[in-house]
Every structure is written in C-alpha cells, then in structure tokens.
C-alpha cells in the first residue's frame, strides 16, 4: 500500500521508512526540510514539504495514499501548551486530512509515557488504565483521544514504545558516552528503578506489523492499543553496563539523590526560556525520571501481530555502538 509517514526525517521514521519500504510498500515522506529526506529519496521513498502543524499542507501530502503513519511530534517544548499544540493539534490535523483524502489506515506512534509509569515488578499492560506523570505523556494520551473521537470514521491503530535505542539515536547514547568517559553510571534516586527498552529496527518492524495487521482502536478500551519492547526489563545500572562494557569501560554507579535532578531542570528549564529554545532535560522529563518503574509487556502485540524483536540489549547496544562507530571495526 501507498504509505504517508510523517517525522520521516526523525532517528524512529528514518528506520521506519525504510521498514516500510523493504516490505514492499511504496512511501510517501512528509519533511518540514526536503534536503533533509534526501536519503530517503535515495531509498526509494517520494519526499513532500509538509508540516503537522500547518494543516493548509497536509491534503496534498495525504491525497493518493491509503495509509498514514504518524511519528511527528514534540518530546521538548517550552510549557504545556507546546506539547498539545504538536502532539494532540497536529493528530487531530492530519487525522482530519486523511478522512479527507479516503485513507483507510492511520497508525499513530505514541508512547509508554501516555499510559504512565508502571507499579514496581509488574510491566504495564494495555489493560491497565492510562495514568500520564507529565505534560509529554498526557499531550501523547490527548493525541490518542484525537483518534478515539474519531473511531467511526477513521480505521486507527496506536503503538507505545518504551525507551528506544539503535543506530542514529541522539538521546540514550550520548548521555550513556558521557558516562563512559567519566567512568561513571550516573543515577537519579537512591532507590531501585526498572525500565523497558527496544531497539529501532525491531520497533521498526512492529510499527510494519500493527500498520498491516493491527485492530481498530474504539472509542474506549485497549482494543488496537500495543505496547512493543524487547521482552526484559532493566536497571538503569544494567542498560549502562550494556553500553560500557563493548568499550572495555569498568564502572561504578553514581546514585544523586533526587533533589539534584529537581535542582538542574529548574535550571534548564529557565535558561531554556531565557533562550526561547526547549531542551528535553526539564522539570517536565524530571517528573517521568523520578518514577519507579517505566515497564511495559508486549505480549498482546506477540499474539496478535506476530511481532518478535530480534535485539535483547547487549547485543543491541553492540550493534548500535559498532554502527556509530564506537567499536573497531565499526561503521565511521
């Protein structure tokens, strides 16, 4: 089928894409910068000038295709209001476009943080009732009410990732280098923490699989909800380990008690406004940092996708430090 994917440009719809594209379906890539969808162009994929939120470009962009994945969205933002803005008002946009243009599928790629941390030693399940901690994760649950809203008139499908990682990613692997090089694993909180986590080609894949294979979302309930993770769940003390150990790098771990985090947002949230320009550290981030627990299980996408990730961590964490070129023998 012919495919729209926005945030194609993004480290999650670059792999996407290109997903989408081994599958044998033809894509259609929506870019705020055509120069920047160039590889994708070079894949196979038609680039068009788009914006979520300028819905004056989105009929042109949806018109011909029978499927929208939508990845756009904003992980940092000045303030409540810049999150709903692209997350909730650029769904319901583009939603709107796809009604217009007869598309059959809209699959939206939303996020663990809409449905809320999970209580220590059991994963979250899509059974469970959303419970967002910040204005990320609620902006994210609003942009999945956009499509329960429209249930009737739209065939839609919502997917919830956890932490993602792999080749390309600019917000796990740089902190976890830094770490390395101090030799360090540094900790928010004193306290226990656990954490599910996936790589990007399997996340790719189950994107692949909920777009062709996914039931509908209702107007409530978890039907045409997944949850896609690699399977495990980990301490942060485990997924740091995953990271060093490839570079030979022994650590100790670094618990900071939670008042430091809460010290530092305060700080980049307001040097963040001074500057007009959102950083994703924030008192917002901090307040999915301090939960105990970001879990989720992935069976319902297993049973009824055939999802099944190819990446635990170690090896995933590997691959992705070899492709970066941390590793000898790796891609430059």
């Known amino acids: 089928m012919k495919v729209l994917v926005t945030g194609s440009t993004g480290f999650i719809g670059q792999h996407v894409t290109q997903a989408l594209l081994a599958r044998g379906h033809a894509v259609r890539a929506l870019a705020r910068d055509p120069a920047a969808a160039a590889p994708l162009a070079a894949a196979g994929a038609e680039v068009i000038q788009g914006d979520v939120c300028r819905p004056a470009t989105l009929p042109a962009a949806v018109t011909g295709c029978?499927?929208?994945?939508?990845?756009?969205?904003?992980?940092?933002?000045?303030?409540?209001?810049?999150?709903?803005?692209?997350?909730?008002?650029?769904?319901?946009?583009?939603?709107?476009?796809?009604?217009?243009?007869?598309?059959?599928?809209?699959?939206?790629?939303?996020?663990?943080?809409?449905?809320?941390?999970?209580?220590?030693?059991?994963?979250?399940?899509?059974?469970?009732?959303?419970?967002?901690?910040?204005?990320?994760?609620?902006?994210?649950?609003?942009?999945e009410a956009v499509l329960r809203d429209l249930a009737f008139r739209l065939e839609a499908t919502v997917v919830r990732p956890p932490i993602v990682y792999g080749p390309g990613d600019r917000e796990v692997l740089p902190p976890l280098l830094a770490m390395a090089r101090a030799r360090l694993i540094v900790k928010a909180g004193l306290a226990p923490k656990r954490y599910s986590v996936v790589?990007?080609?399997?996340?790719?894949?189950?994107?692949?699989?909920?777009?062709?294979?996914?039931?509908?979302?209702?107007?409530?309930?978890?039907?045409?909800?997944?949850?896609?993770?690699?399977?495990?769940?980990?301490?942060?003390?485990?997924?740091?380990r995953a990271a060093l150990g490839p570079l030979g790098v022994a650590a100790r771990v670094l618990p900071l008690p939670e008042a430091v985090s809460w010290v530092a947002a305060a700080g980049a949230s307001a040097l963040a406004r001074l500057r007009r320009r959102p950083a994703v550290f924030s008192l917002d981030k901090v307040r999915e940092i301090r939960q105990p627990s970001w879990t989720c299980a992935s069976a319902r996408a297993?049973?009824?996708?055939?999802?099944?990730?190819?990446?635990?961590?170690?090896?995933?964490?590997?691959q992705t430090l070899a492709a970066e070129g941390h590793l000898p023998g790796g891609a430059p």
Request: glycine share 14%; charged share 20%; hydrophobic share 45%.
């Open 302 to 318: 297993r049973a009824e996708l055939g999802y099944a990730p190819r990446w635990p961590l170690a090896d995933g964490m590997r």
């Open 66 to 143: 029978e499927a929208v994945v939508h990845l756009a969205g904003a992980v940092k933002a000045l303030g409540r209001a810049g999150f709903f803005a692209v997350n909730a008002g650029g769904t319901r946009h583009l939603a709107d476009a796809a009604i217009g243009a007869g598309a059959s599928r809209f699959l939206l790629v939303s996020s663990l943080a809409a449905a809320g941390p999970s209580s220590a030693g059991r994963p979250r399940t899509e059974e469970d009732p959303a419970a967002p901690v910040s204005a990320y994760g609620e902006s994210k649950l609003a942009a």
């Open 199 to 240: 790589h990007v080609e399997d996340l790719a894949a189950g994107i692949a699989l909920a777009l062709e294979r996914g039931r509908r979302l209702g107007p409530a309930g978890p039907e045409g909800v997944y949850f896609l993770d690699d399977g495990a769940t980990y301490s942060w003390e485990e997924i740091g």
